[in-house]
């Protein structure tokens, strides 16, 4: 069977199981299956597939279609130009997070070289990015979790995602900032915003994402409404990811604990979504 027989079959069988962008998928899940890069595959749709090779596909489209996410099954997702590491032990990047390593480089601008704390690390997507942008500063990545904070190393490693050398990146367990004493010039933190509603309602996808990463109590805020009054001691400026309905309320608790000011930042669908809070030095 040619090549874009499999990938014109297999785009139709995505898309009758309802996965988002089935070209796109199919086109990634080949490109995965036959070690190729995505573009390669336009070079070589006239190439027959062996039987083995087949055989491999088949298993990788049906892991696909019941709705396992793509990114576990080729074992990285982009994100902010880095190829992370992805795996059951962590939330998956999503790309509106891209936005909040953008407003953290902007606010570290120009700033002397210090600590940036990331709370719920989770891949270490976040400072590892971040790294990456503004590499004179030190980063450290908190998670409650060991099998997380695995992976945020073994991607602090990985060379599509490993920091500058010379920049310093840590990893620490820790239940969000408790026991933390370093001062900080900035903390960011896409903590687990979702109700048992939100995430009974979800997609299949994110089902497959750790439960420790998803669920934010009954009203989503429980972990964000703890970091905030932590994070005030430690830091001038802080960065927080949550839900849409959610800013409004964050950025009041963020006045309550004594940020002087607070801004609400749109997603990339131009809803709001991050909350930037900050105080005196």
């Known amino acids: 069977m040619k090549l874009l027989a499999v990938l014109e079959a297999t785009t139709g069988h995505f898309a009758k199981h309802g996965i988002s962008s089935p070209r796109l998928q199919s086109e990634l899940l080949i490109a995965h299956a036959l070690s190729l890069p995505r573009l390669q595959l336009y070079l070589q749709f006239e190439r027959e597939l062996s039987a083995s090779e087949l055989e491999n596909l088949r298993g990788l489209v049906r892991r696909r279609a ?17 190829t992370l590491l992805c795996g059951k032990e962590a939330l998956i990047p999503r790309p509106e997070t891209e936005l909040l390593v953008e407003h953290a480089a902007r606010v570290l601008e120009n700033q002397p070289p210090g600590l940036v704390i990331d709370v719920g690390t989770g891949t270490g997507a976040i ?10 500063h030190g980063y450290l990545g908190l998670d409650i979790s060991i099998e997380a904070l695995g992976l945020a190393r073994k991607n602090a490693a990985h ?21 933390v004493t370093n001062k900080a010039q900035l903390i960011t933190a896409n903590l687990p915003y979702l109700t048992p509603e939100e995430i009974a309602n979800a997609e299949p996808e994110v089902r497959h994402d750790p439960p420790l990463a998803l669920d934010g ?16 001691h430690l830091a001038p400026t802080l960065l927080l990811e949550c839900g849409p309905m959610q800013t409004e309320t964050v950025a009041r608790m ?8 607070t801004a609400i930042h749109p997603d990339l669908t131009a809803r709001p979504r991050f909350v930037e809070a900050s105080r005196s030095r």
């Open 127 to 136: 400072p590892l990015a971040l790294a990456r942008k503004r590499p004179e």
């Open 254 to 261: 963020a006045k309550d604990v004594g940020f002087t000011q």
């Open 66 to 82: 019941s709705r396992e996410p793509i990114q576990h099954i080729i074992g990285s997702a982009g994100f902010s130009g880095l």
């Open 159 to 179: 060379v599509p995602s490993a920091p500058p050398a010379g920049t310093s990146v840590d990893w620490r367990e820790s239940n969000l900032l408790q026991h």
């Open 217 to 232: 109590g009954k009203d989503g805020l429980d972990l964000i409404r703890r970091l905030i009054p932590q994070a005030f």
